[in-house]
């Protein structure tokens, strides 16, 4: 009986060290409760990614979706269109000085916000941060999936026209049977092109960019030569909520906000960075014109495609499943969906792994080092996306995408307070071992783990938004000072807008008046 029990703990012990994670074969570190392979200080080897890598990278998170949909939001605040052009360029172009501070620590030490938010929280303290990141992360990637889906299933109805008309729903009628279908194989490709790891990421990323890019200047074409102008849009008069001076703002800060996934993550995506400064020149011009492109030839698209089609539709993804209809499933128009409608995959892809997949992953990773690395916490996000039945979301969107877009304002104080402890508090300068020992002895244990400051800072830095969070989930058309806080976040330390968002200047007075 005892060798049996003896053999039972044996066999144990041989699974559990099996589902460890793989270590480098002459690897100077080891798996721990704070190491592995995916969040040490990236080795030399490992740093791949030059100027274009970056120029790419910015590619793929600019010329986006989410891009070319932020005129929707300006016009809807009752921006005229040039008004949100001009917003358009404002915000863009503090989007690239945003990502540059948030990028340098990763650029001079090599390490993302994972690790780098020890030195701020504690070891134990920096669980609350990446734990509350990661959960965001799920929500969004099941909705950057079920979109990735819509695109898959538009390429595949180009093809097949009766696969584009097929009206079959499931779940109680929210969820067409062909957006489950396009999303399932959607999530076979992100599975493939996950088990590359983001050092050589950079192919993938040139063919999504290329796709989506030759996607927008399709688009730009036929709406241009149809229409000979810029669509109704562009004659609109505006109607401000609360005064051009509180519009313009807004304007701003939902594009810093719409961005804020990107810059918060920055690190972790420059820890690759082959030499000094390299990101730098795409952050600084390459996602301000990538934005600020795309967002224009959304807007021109969207005008000139109602001009045309009778329908307001900011979607590209749906637009090309209109006019499939539209030009009654002509061969050359379904020519043209078809490459739209890959591009409009393609991006969405990328997308997703830019802003969720990897960072999600590092953050799991942090969590369980010895059992998780970012492609597997990669794989456990996308599974729980799906799992979150993002298309019962949807259903609701205006009450959900609010609540989740106001997540930003708990995510927001995270980054200004590392921005304020990293560039203002320590001037650049961390004991990067210290970030990997989880005792005493480390300069990053301060009370049991914890550093109380912290916290202190990001409940004072959350508190004043928060009011108006609450109100306008509540009532959308809600206007009251707390809303109007809300609605300009960013200006008073955090983003209250998409995926997530930081401020130093309100965190930074905090941390240094706590510390």
């Given at each position: 009986?005892?060798l ?8 144990f012990?041989?699974?559990i ?5 793989p ?13 592995n392979?995916?969040?040490?200080p ?9 100027i274009?890598?970056?120029f790419?990278?910015?590619?793929i ?8 949909t932020t ?11 040039p ?22 620590m ?9 690790v ?6 504690g070891?134990r ?12 992360a799920?929500?969004?990637d099941g909705?950057?999936?079920?979109w ?13 026209p ?13 969820l ?17 092109i ?6 050589k990421?950079?192919?993938p990323?040139?063919?999504?960019a290329?796709?989506f ?12 030569a149809?229409t000979?102008s ?7 008069t505006?109607?401000p909520?609360?005064?051009?001076g ?5 304007g701003m ?9 990107g ?43 109602q ?10 993804f ?15 128009a379904?020519a ?9 995959s393609?991006?969405q ?12 992953g ?19 996000i ?14 609701n ?18 980054t ?17 071992e ?9 300069l990053?244990?301060?009370h ?10 990001w409940i ?10 609450i ?6 058309v ?26 130093a ?11």
């Amino acid at each position: 009986m005892s060798l049996s029990t003896e053999s039972l703990e044996s066999v144990f012990r041989t699974i559990i060290k099996r589902l460890e994670v793989p270590i480098d074969a002459d690897a100077e570190y080891k798996n721990d409760p704070w190491t592995n392979r995916d969040l040490i200080p990236m080795p030399r080897d490992r740093r791949t990614y030059k100027i274009w890598s970056y120029f790419i990278y910015w590619c793929i998170t600019g010329l986006a979706i989410s891009a070319y949909t932020t005129g929707s939001t300006l016009l809807a605040y009752g921006l005229t269109a040039p008004q949100a052009i001009g917003c358009l360029v404002g915000g863009a172009l503090l989007v690239g000085i945003l990502s540059v501070a948030c990028g340098w620590m990763g650029e001079r030490h090599h390490i993302g916000f994972t690790v780098a938010s020890r030195f701020s929280w504690g070891m134990r303290g920096t669980y609350f941060p990446i734990v509350f990141r990661a959960f965001v992360a799920i929500f969004w990637d099941g909705i950057q999936g079920y979109w990735g889906g819509q695109g898959v299933a538009v390429t595949i109805g180009a093809v097949i026209p009766g696969f584009a008309h097929m009206k079959h729903t499931l779940a109680g009628g929210v969820l067409l049977t062909k957006d489950l279908i396009g999303m399932l194989i959607y999530y076979v490709f992100f599975l493939l092109i996950m088990r590359i790891p983001p050092e050589k990421l950079q192919r993938p990323f040139i063919v999504s960019a290329v796709m989506f890019g030759g996607t927008l200047i399709g688009l730009l074409v036929w709406a241009v030569a149809n229409t000979h102008s810029g669509g109704p849009l562009f004659k609109q008069t505006g109607n401000p909520i609360g005064g051009i001076g509180w519009a313009v703002m807004f304007g701003m800060n939902s594009i810093l906000g719409g961005w804020g996934g990107g810059t918060i993550g920055q690190s972790d995506w420059t820890r690759y960075a082959n030499r000094p400064y390299a990101p730098t020149i795409s952050q600084l011009f390459a996602a301000p014109f990538c934005i600020i492109i795309t967002a224009i030839i959304g807007t021109i698209v969207t005008s000139c495609a109602q001009q045309i089609t009778g329908q307001l539709i900011w979607e590209p993804f749906m637009l090309l499943a209109t006019l499939q209809e539209f030009y009654n499933d002509s061969p050359r128009a379904r020519a043209g969906i078809f490459f739209a409608g890959l591009g409009c995959s393609c991006t969405q892809l990328g997308i997703t792994i830019v802003l969720n997949s990897v960072s999600a992953g590092i953050d799991l990773a942090g969590i369980f080092p010895r059992y998780i690395n970012i492609q597997r916490g990669a794989y456990m996000i996308a599974f729980l996306g799906l799992a979150s039945n993002p298309w019962q979301f949807l259903s609701n969107a205006s009450t959900f995408l609010t609540v989740l877009s106001g997540f930003s304002i708990f995510l927001a104080p995270f980054t200004g307070i590392m921005l304020a402890d990293y560039l203002v508090v320590r001037r650049c300068k961390i004991k990067i071992e210290d970030c990997y020992i989880g005792d005493k002895s480390s300069l990053y244990w301060y009370h049991n783990g914890f550093h109380w400051r912290a916290p202190v800072a990001w409940i004072l830095g959350m508190f004043p938004t928060l009011p108006g969070l609450i109100m306008t989930t509540q009532n959308p058309v809600a206007w009251n000072a707390w809303v109007r806080t809300f609605h300009i976040a960013f200006f008073e330390s955090r983003f209250p807008s998409h995926h997530s968002g930081s401020s130093a200047r309100f965190s930074c007075r905090l941390v240094l008046a706590l510390g």
